[in-house]
């Protein structure tokens, strides 16, 4: 999608192709323009509908944590969702289990997959007029430690948080981020590859494109 918030703009047809270019076949993705929607449950539908057309996309309902009412009526809306995507980052709030415990509760009985975004493109970067806060590898692992048993998957991630600490299976870390340390990808694949079974494919696109993160992965670069 798109946002005043971001220079970066994309449709469903770009991403299907991007991807499709690097042999990647199933997108789990939310929507940019969400994030400035009054009505979020609404902005989701829409993005739910323009997404049917490209079988590729999974679509993920996006929402605010710190709107409690509107959380809730999603969750009871989800047919045709692949799951939730929140941003603690974007929508500036602290990624807290006690804070949010009844909506973490109501996903993970309802099997609800749980995508959690920690950050996006560059935060030196970022748009002023988007209030965003970076989300620390401490608040994640506190998060992890207190969430009931669920499918998340964490996005933005620096690596040091995989590759030092012991997490959950049921805990999957998106692999951009790889790309960013001169280092990073060289030190997961020698000493780590053969533990962490819990990596995914990702490129935080368009910030990120999915060539140069194959690449660094791929040792190309």
């Not at 999608?1 to 192709?17: I, M, T, W």
């Not at 207190?146 to 933005?156: D, L, M, S, V």
Request: charge should be negative; hydrophobic fraction near 40%; glycine fraction near 4%.
């Amino acid at each position: 999608g798109k946002s005043s918030y971001f220079d970066h703009a994309v449709d469903c047809r770009n991403l299907v192709e991007a991807a499709a270019h690097c042999g990647v076949d199933t997108l789990f993705a939310a929507d940019l323009s969400v994030l400035e929607s009054a009505d979020r449950v609404a902005a989701n539908e829409e993005f739910k509908i323009e997404a049917k057309y490209f079988p590729a996309i999974k679509p993920l309902a996006a929402v605010n944590l710190i709107n409690r009412q509107d959380c809730l009526r999603q969750l009871e809306n989800m047919e045709g969702f692949a799951g939730i995507w929140i941003s603690p980052y974007c929508d500036n709030y602290k990624l807290d289990y006690d804070s949010f415990r009844e909506f973490f509760d109501l996903c993970a009985q309802r099997k609800i997959f749980v995508w959690i975004n920690t950050a996006l493109s560059d935060y030196r970067f970022r748009c002023k007029k988007l209030h965003s806060r970076v989300v620390s590898t401490a608040e994640i692992a506190e998060f992890i430690r207190q969430a009931p048993e669920n499918h998340y998957t964490f996005q933005g991630v620096n690596m040091p948080l995989v590759m030092h600490q012991t997490m959950p299976e049921y805990c999957r870390w998106e692999c951009s981020r790889l790309s960013d340390g001169e280092y990073s990808a060289e030190h997961l694949l020698r000493d780590k590859m053969g533990d962490v079974h819990n990596l995914c494919w990702g490129s935080e696109y368009p910030f990120r494109e999915y060539d140069a993160v194959k690449s660094v992965l791929s040792g190309k670069l």
